[in-house]
């Protein structure tokens, strides 16, 4: 009878949205993903007290006082030096994942925002700036990590019909960080002198959910399948993630992308970069990843109050129209969430690109007309709004979905680290330089992030395939002719059957006669 269910409708390779999977897209994503937001845009609001304490303790402590050039680079650096941190867990991310496996990287990354959160929450009672900066460089290490890692892990464990739903579940966490740290920031709650140490260190209580919860769910099935051949684990997780479906189809597409690796070791970064099996993927993600970060949506988030506070909107304003932005990304990202499985990757992410484009436009329209239209200020806040949504609703997440399903087990792994430093190295360009270059073109300077949303557009229209309902393999297919090889077809003489072995499953081989 239990074999009989395993078998069937063999064609069919999906299935059913199950409170395991639910729990651990929404663990792994909150202790993660809500991390990288809230840390993006935690210290946009404690600016002016974060410099303040850079200015007594130097003053203290070297007894020099440092000007406001001065403290604007610290500042920056402050901000930028989170980027640093994600940069270097990005080029970690390979290697981790090969030895301790998707979730087992999750779980041991978690020790690095305890020691970062600590150092930041601490730094005014020990009187230095310094660990406020390494606590940053710290959390973004684990974000760098992490960022990677989760949609990877989602993507994985995720029948190929949820999968664009799973892999955006992280994009809605990190939009809802970001809200999170606005609202906490208000000076009704910790947006006062005294608290801001307090709100840096906060990441630590969803780690700690996350470390507590997520070890009691299994490993992803393709890596105990395709990296470590542990055919018993394999059934066992795929039975927790599906409780209904077809677990032996699942496990023959397993097998059947398996047959078409040339290896199962984990490709180097180097490899990977002179395969030319995978030219057009790679070529894919360094775009999109770069894309989404020169977009200008790290402008916006970095720099929110002071881009309000230049479209002339009151002071005492600021902080809630910047909450207000932080509500419609969270609506934005749960709009995309539940529309990528009816519409598809590409339209998300086109039409986000476009959008984001003509409000970029749209912002320096309006501070350039704002003195003659006062009303013109509020047409500069709907920009901003604008990008905030067309950014969250497909381009925050989808690059991340779409680095999982251009690629196969043995690539995927140095494909994310590529991914994660083009996307953390763009980050730190635009958190560092986004003050001086505003300063030296003005409202300008977003009509370059205009031409670069709407350049990704445009690639994303003539390169990128729809990937929906594709297996892994598939999708590997469908850039064979981009790419110049030949099209790999399904062996026809092996096929995976799965008998029952205690209950769980075990794999054996059978000729077709």
Not at 17 to 38: I, N
Request: hydrophobic share 45%; glycine share 10%.
């Amino acid at each position: 009878m239990a074999e009989e269910l395993l078998k069937d409708d063999a064609t069919k390779i999906s299935g059913h949205l199950t409170w395991s999977l639910l729990a651990v897209a929404f663990l792994a994503s909150f202790g993660s993903s809500m991390l990288y937001g809230f840390n993006l845009a935690v210290v946009n609001s404690p600016a002016e007290y974060i410099k303040a304490f850079y200015n007594e303790t130097l003053t203290e402590r070297h007894h020099w006082t440092p000007d406001e050039h001065f403290l604007t680079i610290l500042y920056s650096l402050t901000v930028s030096i989170f980027a640093i941190g994600g940069m270097t867990g990005a080029l970690l991310v390979g290697r981790l994942v090969t030895k301790y496996g998707r979730k087992g990287t999750l779980v041991r990354a978690t020790m690095l925002v305890f020691i970062g959160g600590s150092l930041m929450g601490f730094s005014r009672w020990f009187r230095n700036p310094f660990m406020v900066i390494a606590g940053r460089f710290i959390t973004g290490v684990h974000s760098g990590i992490s960022l990677s890692v989760v949609p990877m892990y989602l993507g994985e464990i995720a029948p190929k019909n949820l999968r664009g739903f799973l892999g955006l579940v992280p994009s809605i966490h990190i939009c809802l960080g970001v809200f999170i740290a606005q609202v906490l920031g208000l000076s009704e709650l910790l947006g006062k002198e005294e608290h801001w140490p307090l709100l840096l260190s906060l990441v630590l209580f969803p780690t700690l959910v996350q470390l507590m919860l997520l070890p009691w769910f299994p490993e992803s099935p393709r890596y105990l399948l395709i990296e470590k051949g542990n055919v018993h684990a394999t059934i066992t997780a795929l039975k927790c993630f599906r409780k209904k479906g077809n677990i032996q189809a699942e496990v023959e597409e397993m097998q059947e992308e398996q047959r078409s690796l040339s290896s199962i070791t984990t490709l180097s970064v180097c490899h990977l970069l002179m395969d030319r099996s995978v030219r057009w993927q790679v070529l894919t993600i360094v775009v999109v990843n770069i894309g989404m970060q020169l977009s200008g949506i790290d402008a916006i988030w970095f720099y929110t109050n002071e881009i309000f506070r230049n479209a002339g909107i009151p002071e005492p304003h600021i902080q809630y129209t910047t909450v207000g932005t932080g509500a419609i990304e969270v609506i934005a990202g749960m709009l995309g969430c539940f529309t990528i499985e009816r519409v598809g990757r590409k339209p998300l992410i086109i039409g986000g690109f476009l959008f984001m484009g003509l409000c970029c436009a749209g912002i320096t329209v309006s501070v350039l007309l704002q003195a003659q239209f006062p009303f013109m200020s509020y047409m500069n806040v709907g920009c901003v709004v604008g990008i905030i949504a067309g950014f969250c609703i497909g381009p925050a997440g989808v690059p991340f979905l779409i680095t999982a399903e251009l690629f196969k087990q043995s690539h995927r792994p140095s494909a994310y680290t590529v991914a994660g430093c083009l996307n953390w190295l763009s980050n730190f360009t635009i958190g560092f330089v986004f003050p001086f270059l505003e300063e030296a073109t003005g409202p300008y300077c977003y009509l370059i992030f205009c031409s670069i949303c709407w350049g990704v557009a445009v690639y994303t229209i003539f390169i990128i395939p729809e990937t929906k309902n594709k297996t892994f393999l598939e999708i590997s297919q469908l850039f064979a002719t981009k790419n110049s090889v030949q099209k790999e077809e399904p062996t026809s003489n092996s096929h995976l059957k799965l008998a029952l072995m205690n209950g769980y499953g075990s794999l054996g081989l059978h000729d077709e006669k």
